[in-house]
């Protein structure tokens, strides 16, 4: 099975047929697809300009689609080797238990539905980078009651996501699965009674 810099050469291979590219750019998303794999392409072909049906885009868009996936996935590696070294410097220093950071980054690992998307069609339209920097910072200060994408206040609990875990606090605003660890626990509460959370 290939992996993500094999498919990558392959999508930028000028002499490799436009459907095999086309088709390795979405293999990609296998690999490392922050809001899912469908959201994820939705939203590389609506930001690059091709249909997500269409099996001989521009090769320069889906080249240019592949470059914002690489930065976005270069600022996700970065996080999980901090990660590591944060739990191996907690570790020696006798914190063996992990928090909800450490839970919620179990189900994240390797980038997968990182800003998590349930309906394919509705993702933040920032570049996939800036979206995980945004996601990174709210983890890493003290929790709040806005989305960490978008500063939406609207959240509210949604059940029966495709996505593990299967429910949990969305942004009405730009549609991602907020990060439980980055809201407070009385905005959590407030989502979970079913009230469309709104910040004062």
Known sequence: MAGFRSLARQVRDPRGDLALRRYSLRKCLERFAPYGH??????????????????????????????????????????EVDFAERRRKEKHDGLRRPGSVDDWHRLTWGGFGVAWCDDPRRHPHEPLAEVLRRIIAALEREPGALCPVCAGERLWWKYDLDHEPSAGPVCADCGILVPRPVLTSEALAATRRGHLLMSA
């Open 38 to 79: 469908r959201a994820t392409w939705d939203h590389l072909c609506s930001r690059w300009g091709f249909a997500p049906e269409d099996r001989s885009p521009d090769p320069a868009r889906l080249v240019a689609a592949l470059g914002e996936l690489e930065e976005a996935r270069s600022v996700w590696l970065a996080y």
